[in-house]
C-alpha cells in the first residue's frame, strides 16, 4: 500500500464502472485527485461530463476540475455502449442532477495545465486513463513537454488473450485504435512508464448481492449507495450473481500494486486487420529465435501488462472506501 498520497488524474468516458473508479479515486485517502477530463466513449460526451459531475458531487469533490474533451474518435464515428450503461451512460438511476459546473478549458488544456504544475511542484502525477484515449494521444503529441509531469500512465484497456467489443478487440481501444497506438507510441518516445489494465484481470474483482446491498443501505444519496445501485443495475444489465467494478481497479492498482502481477511485454495496436482491428497484440514468446525470424520484428513499445489480480482484495478496498473504511481488509 502507498504511504504518501499519489496525485490522480483521471480521464473518463463516465460509464458505470467510471463512476465506479471516480467514487474510488475521490474517497481514498492514499489519492490526491487533481483533476477529471471526459472523452465521448460509454456515452456521448456532454452525458460523460454530467454523469461525472453527478459522482463527484455525491463524493463531496467540487474542488475537482471536471472538463470536457473529445466528443468522437480520431478517425471514425463514435460508438457508444448503452446497451451495457444504459440510456443516461450511469445506470438509468434517476440520480439527482448536479449543480457542478464544467471547467472552461478543453480536457486537453486541463491536462497540459494540471501537468506542468505537478512538474513544477516536484510531484508528477499519476493519469489514469478510463476510455478510449483520443484525449491523451492529443496531449502527448500536443504538448510532449507535460512527460515531466507524468509519472506513470495506468490505462483501462485492451488485453492480451480476450476481446469484449469484439472477438479480438477491448472497448476502450477498439472505440479509437489510431490514438491508442499514438499514446502508446508517445509514451514509448517519451519515457513515460505504462501499465495496461486490460481485460485479463478486469473482470475479477467483483462485488456480489450482499455486498452491493449493504452499501446500498447505507443510503442518503451518498457514495456508498450510488456504489451499491451501479452495482445492482450491472448485475442485472448483465446477468449472473456478481458485478464487476471494472474500470476502478485500475485505480486500484494505483493503490495497491502488490496485488496486481504484470509483466513488461511487447505490444502493438492492429490497425487495420478487418477481423481484429483495434486489438492489443501482446507478445509473449520467449524464444528469441522466433523473433528474429519474424519479419515485422520486436515491437519498439513496451508496457507493464497486467496479467493476474487479486481480486477479492480489490473489491474490498472498493467497498472499504466508500463505507469510510479505507484502509481495512
Known sequence: MTTEPTPVVLDVDTGVDDACALLLAALHPALELRAVSCVGGNAPVDDV????????????????????????????????????????????????????????????????????????????????????????????????????GIAEIVFMGGAANVGNATASAEFNVFHDPEAAAITLDAAADLGIRVTMYGLDVFYEPVIGRDEAAELVAVGGRGPAELGGRLMDFQRERLGGQDATIGDAGAVCAVIDRDALRTQVLPIRVELAGHWSRGRTIVDRRDWS??????????????????????????????????LGRAGER
Not at 99 to 119: G, M, T
Open 289 to 322: 529465435g522466433a523473433i528474429t525470424h519474424d519479419p515485422h520484428g520486436e515491437a519498439p513499445v513496451r508496457v507493464d501488462v497486467a496479467l493476474g489480480v487479486d481480486g477479492r482484495r480489490y473489491s474490498r478496498l472498493w467497498a472499504n472506501a466508500l
Open 49 to 148: 461530463v454530467r454523469n461525472t459531475l453527478k459522482v463527484l458531487e455525491t463524493a463531496g469533490r467540487d474542488d475537482v476540475p471536471v472538463a470536457r474533451g473529445a466528443e468522437r474518435p480520431l478517425l471514425e464515428p463514435p460508438l457508444h455502449a448503452r446497451h451495457v450503461h444504459g440510456e443516461d451512460g450511469m445506470g438509468d438511476l434517476g440520480w439527482p442532477t448536479s449543480s457542478l459546473v464544467p471547467d472552461p478549458r478543453h480536457a486537453v488544456e486541463l491536462l497540459r495545465d494540471v501537468c506542468r504544475e505537478a512538474a513544477e511542484a516536484g510531484r508528477p502525477v499519476t493519469l489514469v486513463p478510463l476510455a478510449p484515449l483520443t484525449n491523451i494521444a492529443l496531449l502527448l503529441r500536443t504538448h510532449p513537454d507535460v512527460a515531466s
